[in-house]
Structures are given as C-alpha cells and as structure tokens.
C-alpha cells in the first residue's frame, strides 16, 4: 500500500481518481487546487509515495506546485495530468520534477496504469 496525494479542482475527476487508487489498496488523500496541495505535503514533511497532479487549477496549478514540491522534498514522485496540449507543452522541461504526465480524460486502466509506473519509478 503506497501513500498518494490526489490533487485535483474538478470534483468528479478527484473522486474516480481516488476511488480507483483506492481500489488497488492504497491511502489516498485529496487537495483541491495546487495551494492546498501545497500545504498538505509541507505539513505531512512530503510523506507521500507519490503526488498526481492536474495542471491546469485554480491559485496554484500544478507545474507551479510540482517545482515548490519537488524543490522541499527532491526525492517526491509527482505525476501530472491535463487535458490540454498547451499544458502538456509547459510541463515538456519538467523532466526533473515530474515522472510522466497523464492525458485526460483517462480510462480506470489507464490511471492505475500510470500511476503503477510511477510508483516503480
């Protein structure tokens, strides 16, 4: 069982994440937007096996929490996801923060198979 932070602003999106990494017997705990995700790794001290982040959210987007994350905890898996070309784009120089960023939408397959790499990362 693998600690994941889900951070996510579209409600539905965050429930069918976390109900799927869930199901595949992890602890999952979820953030809103990029700032509460943000505070919930500086109060955990980055105790999580893996971050999966959308990009585009509202007060902090991803890459902008992924760059604060990576720079407190360097050794912090993080995964991204969005569903806009541009913002795959931003996240292309981001080799060194983040693992891989995951189109959406996803099917259930796809995002237990993502974050299965990940976690093997």
Known sequence: MKRILVVEDDASVRAFTARALAVDGHLVEIAEDGMEG????TREAGAYDLVLSDIRMPAMD??????????TF????????????DQRERASDLERVVLDV???????????SAVSRALMH
């Open 102 to 112: 995951v189109d959406k939408p996803f099917t259930l397959a796809d995002i237990r």
């Open 74 to 85: 360097p050794a912090l898996r993080i995964l991204l996801m969005t569903g806009y070309a």
């Open 38 to 41: 943000l505070e919930i790794l």
């Open 62 to 71: 991803g890459i902008e929490m992924a760059k604060e994350a990576k720079a």
